[in-house]
């Protein structure tokens, strides 16, 4: 089965610096999805950016960009010249490459506060 | 395009009421995902279906929820004889359909019950 962990439960910087949280996953597939989204304080949902894992390039979207490490089954968000807006809860998730193998599974999510 | 339209936004039930919650999901997308998220346990699959037929409830507490999607515009997840333990907010999800697409959530349903 799936597992997707984030260990970091929150983070605290300052604004206009570099963040990076971490994420890990276990599967058995050779070939999956990773994706990461940010959970606002009105409780929108937003997906961000996502992994294919047969790709070696780290995807980068706007100031989000990945650190993708398939041997160590992690895959890193950084946020880059934070802004006090990104503050929110991000969410990292994985679906396999299977067929019926559909469904998204959630970390438990890092909750980032960016300071003024 | 309006997203995903969840309505109603909050509820309240008694114990042992019945609640109905529901999702329109955006036109064209023929997965739909309904997702629990609470404090303790993140967000937590419960079912979905894949133009309109419904492929894995494995998530689903056996007695009490029960989904459907009786077209392609909608979809209800109804809960029976609520119990405190199912207060959460309960999201709805639609995606394209292949395998690296990402979802777009609804803005979710809060059910607290008392």
């Known amino acids: 089965a799936q597992k997707v962990t984030q260990t970091q439960t929150s983070i605290s910087v300052m604004e206009k610096t570099t963040v990076t949280m971490d994420c890990v996953y276990e599967?058995?597939?050779?070939?999956?999805?990773l994706f990461w989204y940010k959970q606002t304080a009105s409780g929108e949902i937003v997906f961000l950016i996502r992994?294919?894992?047969?790709?070696?390039e780290n995807a980068t979207e706007g100031h989000y960009s990945l650190n993708f490490q398939k041997p160590k089954s992690s895959i890193g968000l950084i946020i880059t010249a934070t802004q006090i807006e990104d503050s929110a809860v991000y969410f990292c998730?994985?679906?396999?490459?299977?067929?019926?193998?559909?469904?998204?599974?959630f970390g438990k999510g890092t909750q980032l506060i960016i300071q003024p | 395009n309006a997203g995903v339209i969840q309505t109603p936004r909050h509820k309240v039930t008694g114990k042992g009421q019945e609640a109905t919650l529901w999702c329109e999901p955006i036109?064209?997308?023929?997965?739909v995902f309904w997702y629990r998220q609470t404090i303790v346990q993140g967000l937590e699959f419960l079912t979905y279906?894949?133009?309109?037929?419904?492929?894995?409830d494995s998530g689903m507490p056996k007695e009490r929820f029960s989904a459907q999607m009786p077209n392609q515009s909608h979809s209800t997840l109804k809960i029976q004889s609520t119990q405190p333990q199912d207060s959460a907010v309960y999201l709805c999800?639609?995606?394209?359909?292949?395998?690296?697409?990402?979802?777009?959530f609804g803005s979710g349903t809060r059910l607290l019950v008392i």
């Open positions: 999800a639609s995606s394209p359909g292949q395998r690296n697409s990402d979802y777009t």
């Open positions: 599967t058995r597939d050779s070939s999956y999805f």
């Open positions: 992994q294919d894992s047969y790709k070696k």
């Open positions: 998730a994985m679906r396999e490459n299977t067929e019926g193998a559909d469904r998204l599974t």
């Open positions: 036109s064209g997308h023929s997965a």
């Open positions: 279906f894949r133009n309109q037929a419904p492929i894995d």
